[in-house]
Structures are given as C-alpha cells and as structure tokens.
C-alpha cells in the first residue's frame, strides 16, 4: 500500500510539472467517479480518487491537488468537514474547491458555500457546466498575482504575499473572499451590483447563483471586522455592495 501511495503522489507531481493541473475527485458513488475521471481526462486534466472524506484530507496533506471535487454525503468524513479541514491548514486555505451534492435547497447551498466551498453544484448535473465551473476556478487559481499593494482606511492587502491585515492584525480570508476584497479595494465606496461582482470575481462563463455573492460578502465581514471595528462593507438596499467608510 506504501509503494501504490508512492508512485500515485509521484504521479501527481509529473502531472503538475508537465502541465497538466491535478483534481481530486471525492467520490464514494463508483458510477459518477467514473464519469467525472472519464470527462475530466478528456479534458487534458490528471485525475486521483478518494472514496471518503479521511482518504481525501490524507491524499490532500501528501500531495494538494489543484481542485477538490468533493462530494457532500461521504463515509467517514463528511465533505463539509473535510473542507472545512482544507481552509484551516496554511498550505491549503487557497485550494480551489466545488462542492457536488444532491442537496438542492437554498440553505443547504448556504452552509455548503460557508464551510468554504469556492462553488457548488446540485446533481444531477450537466457535464458540460460542471466543467465550465472547473475551467473557471482553476484559471483564476493559476493567475499570477499582481505586485503591490492595496490599502483602504485601515485595511492593507500585499497581493504578491496573499496576505491582508486590518491595523496590525492578519486576516485569514478563504480565496474567493480575497478576490472579492481585492477587487472591492480597487474601487472603493462604488457600489457593484451582486451582477457586476459575479462577473468580475466568479468570471463571465460561469453561471452562480447570485445569493452565491451575499454568502460570501457575509464571510469577508466576518473576517476583517472585529469587535468595536467600523463595518467597511456597505450594503446598498436593491442596489448591491461598497467598500466604503460611511453607512448607507
């Protein structure tokens, strides 16, 4: 079992070097894990497998991928677990991660997005968006990141370091709140529309939900305002969201 675990991690690694990006396909049902190795290999993409959430956080400490596919309904670990486990370790806070559940209901998509889940999709799914989804996600993974820094009121972002504080305290924001900050920090107190912020941060060719954005804009107030800190994100009602010193 050492020598298998071996050559597939080393396996994982050519893949990377020779270009090809590396997703990890969590999947307990065989059928869809099939499916899902079939079309992403086809698409040029070096596909491992775990069939529970303990085996996918063990393939994830060894070698990360470069997208979770990770199933919500998993033995032993469940997949809200395991990507909550994703965005507390350091090496792995910025992996990219969709979540695959046959849940359809609003809420669920909501707790789903709040464990950290980049993206979700509901089965039964079509092949083609699901990929579209993974094109999206792994493009803006593999951008390089702009040189500087961006500051607002009491807020600093070096986008070079992936890194933001509020006065002299880190922030820990998971990927997607980052672009969203990064990209509000660039206009600040204009108010996008939740539109305008889908197209911006989730990108044009990829179909979200637009209260994918309200979770999100939820979890980067939750991380960058502290107890007795002024609220930077402003609400603008029907109108949409601004970074922005003044209430609405």
């Not at 998993?74 to 350091?90: D, K, W």
């Not at 997005?113 to 083609?128: C, H, M, R, S, V």
Request: hydrophobic residues 40%; charged residues 30%.
């Amino acid at each position: 079992m050492i020598e298998t675990q071996t050559m597939e991690t080393a396996h994982g690694r050519g893949a990377r070097s020779s270009g090809r990006p590396v997703v990890l396909v969590v999947e307990d049902e065989a059928a869809l894990a099939t499916m899902l190795r079939y079309n992403l290999e086809k698409q040029g993409y070096h596909v491992e497998e775990a069939v529970d959430g303990q085996e996918a956080l063990t393939r994830i400490a060894e070698a990360p991928p470069d997208l979770v596919l990770l199933d919500w309904m998993l033995p032993t670990v469940s997949g809200l677990e395991v990507c909550r486990q994703i965005r507390r370790r350091p090496g792995t806070r910025d992996l990219p991660v969709i979540i695959v559940t046959a849940r359809a209901e609003d809420q669920d998509a909501v707790r789903g997005l709040n464990t950290g889940a980049d993206d979700y999709i509901t089965k039964p799914f079509n092949i083609e968006a699901l990929l579209a989804r993974v094109r999206a996600l792994l493009r803006r993974a593999s951008a390089m990141p702009a040189k500087g820094k961006l500051a607002f009121h009491d807020i600093t972002m070096d986008l070079a370091a992936h890194r933001v504080w509020r006065g002299e305290r880190a922030l820990h924001l998971g990927p997607t709140e980052f672009r969203l900050l990064e990209f509000l920090m660039q206009h600040p107190r204009r108010v996008f529309s939740r539109e305008e912020l889908l197209d911006a941060v989730w990108g044009k060719d990829i179909h979200v939900e637009p209260r994918t954005v309200d979770v999100h804009i939820r979890r980067l107030r939750k991380s960058i305002n502290g107890e007795d800190e002024l609220d930077l994100v402003r609400t603008v009602r029907a109108a949409g969201y601004a970074l922005d010193t003044e209430a609405a």
